[in-house]
């Protein structure tokens, strides 16, 4: 069954550094996403991308954020300058239609920043 | 904006029997999405079922169920014949409509199930 993959599964950063987190959406997918998970608390949106394009982000995809989608399998998340409160459960989802379709989420990146 | 609430931050069930994790949400659309995700230890989301706001009869996945009842705004989940491998984080979530339409999911606080023998 398809499934989105992330790589990698565990980084650990000094602040101040620049992360990529990447992810890997279901082939046939057109919408991309990340969330994330900050240690014991609920997930948070961050970033939707359609077409090549942020479609929507929230208020903590602030310009620290980026994300890309360098080629057509590949869809990255960087954080130029880390801080400690990026910490976090990071996860990728893709889904296949806009609307109430489900979101299928990646295993997540979890990102330790020291 | 859209709201889930999930006020049981644990639950205990004991094998093979059912349980039921509560989710009330809010949100001023017409239209709108719920969805149940499973969180394992392991740490990745696993889908379990989703309801959709005009459906009329209750979403149905094997031993996971959907209460849906609207006017109460309420999606709770239904699990029956608990098994130990049920035991996980459980997160309710609304599709909700953001700037450019019906993108983003948003979760509720979660309820950690604990499954007996």
């Known amino acids: 069954e398809p499934e989105v993959t992330q790589t990698p599964s565990h980084q650990v950063t000094q602040m101040g550094q620049e992360v990529i987190l990447r992810c890997v959406p279901i082939s046939n997918h057109l919408y991309f996403y990340w969330y994330r998970q900050i240690l014991g608390q609920k997930v948070e949106f961050l970033v939707s991308f359609y077409n090549n394009e942020i479609s929507e982000k929230s208020e903590i995809f602030d310009d620290q954020f980026s994300v890309e989608r360098p080629d057509g399998s590949n869809f990255t998340l960087k954080i130029r300058s880390t801080k400690l409160e990026d910490s976090a459960m990071y996860f990728c989802?893709?889904?296949?239609?806009?609307?109430?379709?489900?979101?299928?989420f990646g295993p997540g990146t979890r990102l330790t920043v020291t | 904006a859209q709201k889930i609430t999930q006020t049981q931050p644990g639950m205990f069930v004991q094998e093979k029997e059912a349980v039921t994790l509560d989710c009330t949400y809010d949100?001023?659309?017409?239209?709108?999405?719920l969805f149940w995700y499973k969180q394992p230890s392991s740490g990745e989301m696993i889908f379990l079922i989703y309801q959709g706001s005009y459906d009329e009869q209750n979403a149905t996945e094997g031993r996971y169920s959907l209460n849906f009842q609207k006017a109460r705004k309420s999606a709770n989940l239904v699990i029956s014949a608990s098994q130990l491998g049920d035991s996980a984080m459980y997160f309710c979530?609304?599709?909700?409509?953001?700037?450019?339409?019906?993108?983003?999911?948003?979760f509720g606080t979660g309820t950690r199930l604990l499954v007996s023998p």
């Open positions: 979530a609304m599709r909700g409509r953001g700037n450019t339409g019906f993108q983003k999911l948003v």
């Open positions: 989802a893709s889904s296949e239609r806009q609307g109430f379709y489900e979101q299928y």
């Open positions: 949100t001023s659309d017409q239209s709108y999405g």
